[in-house]
């Protein structure tokens, strides 16, 4: 563990919490992409299938955090879709997540490891992982502005997996550890939030809202 | 099932 993997884990779980808590504050997912929610929920459960193979005792944080972000994400999927759905903006969360869906499972079973189940399934979700936070930036895209905590929700959320990045360099040049599919995957999906983190730099942090141009 | 040693991240 490196401290770049560790704020990077840390990042995440802020993003997760961000969420969790606009949703339940203010009571409504306006400005949330359902779809990406579900996108990330389907991902950590097929990341992180072997919780459900075997049972392993939870005496190590992974095993905690792991089943931590599988509940959290499916609870707020359930805020979205079934606590919240009236404040569910449907109508503006359009992109079809099959054209993510389909790409990922079917790439994922012509590039990875080892063509067994277990990984199968972890290269897909890292596949789907990349890309799962379109729907999100084409929901702002859609509806033209962002609230500033779903910035602040983007900006951990983006920073998690840059984060990540660095940790890859670190243990490239301390460990030789490489995981080329999870390095080139981690760097498509940062490349994707380069926008938005300029939009978030430029002018949420000097207290301004993001609104694109129409 | 043999958990992929090569995959220790979150």
Request: glycine share 4%; charged share 15%.
């Amino acid at each position: 563990m490196n401290i770049f993997r560790l704020f990077g884990d840390l990042s995440h779980l802020a993003a997760i919490a961000i969420l969790l808590l606009k949703i339940w504050k203010t009571r409504s997912c306006a400005g949330v992409s359902g779809k990406t929610q579900l996108l990330f929920a389907v991902c950590f459960i097929t990341r992180y299938i072997d919780l459900f193979l075997h049972f392993v005792s939870l005496y190590n944080t992974e095993k905690v955090m792991k089943l931590i972000y599988i509940s959290a994400s499916v609870f707020t999927c359930y805020l979205i879709f079934f606590k919240f759905k009236a404040t569910y903006d449907g109508n503006h969360d359009s992109m079809r997540a099959e054209f993510l869906i389909v790409p990922a499972a079917g790439l994922a079973c012509l590039i990875n490891t080892k063509f067994d189940a277990i990984e199968i399934l972890w290269t897909f979700s890292i596949y789907l992982e990349a890309v799962a936070i379109l729907p999100q930036l084409f929901l702002i895209s859609k509806t033209g502005e962002a609230e500033t905590i779903t910035s602040h929700y983007l900006f951990a959320q983006g920073s998690y997996r840059a984060l990540y990045i660095l940790n890859w360099i670190y243990r490239y040049h301390y460990e030789s550890h490489v995981d080329t599919i999870a390095i080139v995957a981690g760097v498509v999906q940062t490349i994707l939030y380069c926008d938005f983190f300029y939009l978030y730099i430029t002018k949420v942090v000097k207290g301004q809202k993001i609104v694109l141009p129409a | 099932m043999i958990r992929n040693k090569q995959h220790d991240e979150l």
